[in-house]
């Protein structure tokens, strides 16, 4: 089992950056792939971003692609969502999830565990 807890949210003007991370408890965080998904408002949760458990592979949603970077410090138990660019669409909750594998896992359904969320919202 493992515990996630995401940060770093907040309001930011389009253009700028933002960098969420999401600390987990265990000591076994460099057995799991993690992952980045967010949720507007009356949307359904889309998953945007994938890393492997080594961070040698990573996955992006094309919505995101070019603009956000996936990476993760496994000594530290933390992975990372570099965001640049940002844009109002942007705007969501952003949850931090985990599971027990050796592949990259690039859907939401592959996730067995989920932080709580934390939110970022980009004004126009």
């Known amino acids: 089992q493992v515990q996630l807890v995401e940060s770093g949210g907040g309001l930011v003007q389009a253009g700028g950056s933002l960098r969420l991370s999401c600390a987990a408890s265990?000591?076994?965080?460099?057995?799991?792939?993690m992952g980045w998904a967010r949720q507007a408002p009356g949307k359904e949760r889309e998953f945007i971003a994938a890393i492997s458990r080594s961070g040698g592979n990573t996955d992006y949603a094309d919505s995101v692609k070019g603009r956000f970077t996936i990476s993760r410090d496994n000594a530290k138990n933390t992975v990372y969502l570099q965001m640049n660019s940002l844009k109002p669409e942007d705007t969501a909750n952003y949850y931090c999830?985990?599971?027990?594998?050796?592949?990259?896992?690039?859907?939401?359904?592959?996730?067995?565990?989920w932080g709580q969320g934390t939110q970022v919202t980009v004004s126009s």
């Open positions: 265990g000591r076994t965080f460099s057995t799991y792939a």
């Open positions: 999830a985990a599971t027990f594998s050796s592949q990259l896992q690039t859907t939401k359904h592959q996730y067995a565990y």
